[in-house]
């Protein structure tokens, strides 16, 4: 299994963008699928966006519209492009391999949207 650190997260304006990335200790090429999660503290960590091997994205239907999932397998790197950002998205974001029995995470970087 690879190890996964994110990065990109930080404090924004509302209406801004931020892109996340999520950088792979070794090939993501054959991972099923790689998620991407965000949890307010307090609160329970909630699914965002998905991309398969095959490149099948699927979004939170908050999310969708503004949100845009990718990766690169050139680099082994996933990201997230966020625009048009709300308060609401507000939160620390994980990055997820999945395997499907089993599941790497990384440590979360924080965004946060003031209004």
């Known amino acids: 299994q690879v190890q996964l650190v994110e990065s990109g997260g930080g404090l924004v304006h509302s209406g801004g963008s931020l892109r996340l990335s999520c950088a792979a200790s070794?090939?993501?090429?054959?991972?099923?699928?790689m998620h991407w999660y965000r949890q307010v503290p307090g609160k329970q960590r909630e699914w965002v966006a998905r991309i398969t091997s095959g490149g099948s994205k699927n979004y939170a239907d908050s999310v969708k519209d503004r949100f845009t999932i990718s990766k690169d397998n050139a680099k082994n790197t996933m990201y997230l492009q966020m625009n048009s950002l709300k308060p609401e998205d507000t939160a620390v974001y994980y990055c997820?391999?999945?395997?499907?029995?089993?599941?790497?995470w990384g440590e979360g970087t924080l965004v946060t949207v003031s209004s």
């Open positions: 070794g090939s993501i090429f054959s991972i099923p699928a």
């Open positions: 997820n391999a999945d395997w499907g029995l089993s599941s790497t």
